[in-house]
């Protein structure tokens, strides 16, 4: 099992930024996929962002050039600073591990990100 325990989500005024950290544990493995998902109300749960161990990231066309994903591996710890941030930009967000020889994807417990007007 890994576990995820995600941070940072809040309130901010459109325009503004955010940075959300998400540190994996547990049964982790050397090569690996974390990643960002967003869920917001009475929609999908939609993809924003990913990154590899060897530090590939994409990105929805929604995000890129406002977002940036980062990891740091020696923490299992991946980053997704949002500056620019817009009203469609709030959502549940989750963070995303997956075990790439595995195939398994495990979630964290989402973390709110409110933008106001």
């Known amino acids: 099992q890994v576990q995820l325990v995600e941070s940072g989500g809040g309130l901010v005024q459109a325009g503004g930024s955010l940075r959300l950290s998400c540190a994996a544990s547990g049964s982790i493995v050397s090569r690996n996929i974390m990643g960002w998902y967003r869920q917001a109300p009475g929609n999908q749960r939609e993809y924003v962002a990913t990154?590899?161990?060897?530090?590939?990231?994409l990105y929805s066309d929604a995000v890129k050039g406002r977002f940036t994903i980062s990891r740091d591996s020696a923490k299992n710890t991946v980053y997704l600073q949002m500056n620019s941030l817009k009203r469609e930009d709030t959502a549940v967000y989750y963070c995303?591990?997956?075990?790439?020889?595995?195939?398994?994807?495990?979630w964290g417990q989402g973390t709110q990100v409110t933008v106001s007007s």
């Open positions: 990154i590899t161990t060897s530090g590939n990231a």
């Open positions: 995303n591990y997956k075990k790439v020889y595995e195939a398994t994807t495990y």
